[in-house]
């Protein structure tokens, strides 16, 4: 990177740093934690004491599976040991659509009661810090154990995802998000990041992770489960498509890009329009002959750092121009950051 463009990320971080202190007026400070609940209320997420505390005994460890990968799994040993195995379990798990994260996975498969024991009387499984929770059998609720792990998995797939300046695991990772209107969703009070109380059926990770589930079922050709979340988070094809690029091609930080050329006279101007087909942060640095301008226009949230350095939240707009105004004759540089 060159050295008079370091500032640019600073500019980057600072929208950043403005965007999240906003975001957490809406987002009531969530923990990494989520549970697949049997009602929408007294949701308790994964609790490492708790698991700790819980008088459980295991069979299993990390299995090796027909995939080549490794999934630590445990099966608690008051389940039958011939229809509940952990390697079934591991082979399953490595059957969904997944990355590399599965190996930073343990899975403590449980009893119904185990499992409420765990998570919560109102929760059928949990996940939290590359630890997940789900029962290995059902009886009182319409759900089954793999539609819990799936959707729970959805979470653990979320915590190993980018959404900068956002946490993946409240907002759902980048490209579905954008394609959910999230970052507008949060700005209308539609949508509550890490909400897993009165609002949790309208907490777009919660519904990222049910939509996870719906794209494994999908792809398996199983019966669709019926959408139990916010209607405006139900997945088309396009949702899907979104997430299995965040699952398969997950979003990485945006390597600056350069722009370089020559201004003839002072005041003259040169426009460049950029493609943003995600939501994020937009950053532009431009250097040239004394008295130079940058301009940035179309997102509704821009922050003008300096007369040569500018910054906005992208937030459903899908293009940005950035102005150029010569402040005389000479070579021009600029950078810029696009999510």
């Known amino acids: 990177m060159p050295r008079r463009f370091a500032v640019l990320l600073a500019g980057a971080l600072l929208v950043a740093a403005l965007v999240a202190a906003a975001g957490r007026s809406v987002d009531q400070a969530a923990p990494q934690a989520h549970a697949y609940a049997l009602t929408a209320d007294a949701i308790a997420p994964l609790r490492q004491s708790r698991l700790a505390q819980a008088d459980v005994t295991f069979r299993g460890g990390p299995i090796t599976t027909s995939t080549g990968e490794t999934v630590d799994v445990q099966v608690s040993t008051a389940l039958p040991a011939d229809t509940s195995t952990p390697q079934n379990w591991a082979e399953f798990l490595t059957g969904l659509t997944h990355g590399p994260e599965v190996s930073l996975l343990t899975v403590y498969i449980v009893t119904f009661d185990e499992a409420q024991q765990i998570c919560g ?9 590359d630890e997940l929770v789900a029962p290995g059998e059902l009886e009182l609720a319409d759900a089954t154990p793999e539609e819990v792990v799936r959707h729970e998995y959805g979470h653990h797939i979320a915590l190993h995802r980018l959404n900068t300046p956002w946490e993946a695991i409240d907002w759902g990772p980048k490209r ?4 959910m209107d999230v970052c507008a969703r949060v700005g209308r009070r539609e949508a509550f990041p890490g909400d897993e109380g009165e609002h949790y059926l309208q907490n777009p990770g919660e519904s990222f992770a049910e939509s996870f ?6 792809r398996l050709g199983l019966p669709e489960t019926p959408w139990g979340y916010d209607p405006i ?3 088309d094809a396009g949702a899907l498509a979104a997430i299995e690029q965040d699952v398969l091609k997950p979003w990485k930080k945006t390597p600056l890009k350069f722009l370089s050329g020559r201004f003839s006279r002072r005041g003259q101007q040169k426009t460049f329009t950029f493609k943003t087909p995600l939501d994020g942060v937009f950053a532009a640095e431009l250097h040239g002959p004394r008295g130079t301008t940058l301009t940035v226009s179309g997102p509704a949230n821009i922050k003008r750092v300096s007369s040569g350095l500018s910054a906005a939240l992208v937030c459903g707009e899908r293009s940005v121009k950035a102005r150029f105004t010569a402040g005389g004759a000479g070579r021009f540089a600029a950078a ?3 999510p």
């Open 336 to 338: 810029t950051v696009i």
């Open 213 to 218: 589930m719906h794209l494994n079922e999908a």
């Open 121 to 129: 009387s109102n929760a059928l499984g949990c996940y939290g810090h």
């Open 176 to 179: 579905w998000a954008s394609a």
């Open 233 to 235: 988070f139900t997945p």
